[in-house]
């Protein structure tokens, strides 16, 4: 018998009742208190998005895209939209700007797995528009869902409009970059983004002083990532 029964009639007994109550004894389950794990949150949430027709961007795309990358990361990276590569494979930055960003990762010590990449709108805007406000609107709660699930130390806003998204500014990005802002009190780093870059390489000096301050703050702060990220700072350091 269970124990949890005999402990029960034992109980019984000892407070003076030799009958057993004529009611089923049975052991309940135990209530499951357990949480979902981050993971299974995400993949769940990939499937709403797959299904979500809250704005009309939902009507021309192939694949939604609702990130990828380490859920349990310090570093999140937020674009604008999915372009014309992502909505083919359902994968945030795959394409050109992709690849740079890629590249920029690396540059910093880390992988594309040690980071956790997505967009302010899940489906791509035709012709690579720029998502309109309704649209930021209406998709808002995804991101601002990850952002509370992966509950990275930076988030690094990649270009004008994720940045005006995360900080709720009007301020225009040459303003903003370079400098830590919040949200919720977590520290956001404006930077241009990857395909403004390919129009104007020079830029890359300054996204590179952006992933700089990135770096320093999270060598400190990062129990994850903080011993790739000063390997590589040595890395740099020692050829300078
Ligand atoms: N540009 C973006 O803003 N996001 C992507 O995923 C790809 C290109
Ligand atoms: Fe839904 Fe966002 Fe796609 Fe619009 S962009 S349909 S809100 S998932």
């Not at 209530?31 to 794990?37: A, C, G, L």
């Not at 609702?66 to 990276?77: A, I, K, R, W, Y």
């Not at 770096?215 to 990062?222: D, F, R, T």
């Amino acid at each position: 018998m269970d124990n949890e029964i005999i402990e029960y009639l034992k109980f019984l007994k000892d407070i003076g009742i030799d009958e057993i109550p004529r009611v089923k004894l049975t052991v309940s389950k135990p209530v499951n208190t357990e949480k979902k794990s981050v993971e299974e949150v995400l993949k769940q949430m990939a499937k709403e998005v797959a299904n979500c027709k809250a704005c009309p961007l939902s009507q021309k795309r192939q694949n939604s895209v609702l990130g990828e990358g380490n859920p349990h990361t310090d570093l999140m990276f937020i674009g604008e939209g999915p372009g014309a590569d992502e909505d083919r494979q359902g994968r945030p930055f795959v394409g050109r700007a992709g690849q740079l960003l890629t590249k920029i990762i690396n540059a910093m010590g880390l992988e594309r797995s040690d980071v956790y990449i997505s967009n302010v709108v899940k489906c791509r805007p035709p012709f690579n528009r720029d998502p309109e406000p309704e649209e930021i609107a209406a998709c808002w709660h995804f991101i601002e869902k990850q952002i509370e699930l992966i509950k990275p130390k930076v988030i690094c806003t990649l270009g004008r409009i994720s940045t005006k998204t995360i900080l709720m500014t009007t301020e225009s990005i040459s303003r903003l970059r370079g400098r830590f802002g919040e949200y919720k009190g977590i520290k956001v780093m404006p930077t241009f983004h990857p395909s403004y870059l390919l129009r104007n390489p020079s830029a890359k000096k300054q996204v590179w002083e952006d992933m700089q301050k990135i770096m320093h703050y999270l060598a400190e702060h990062s129990e994850t990532l903080g011993e790739k990220i000063k390997k590589k700072l040595e890395e740099y350091n020692g050829k300078n």
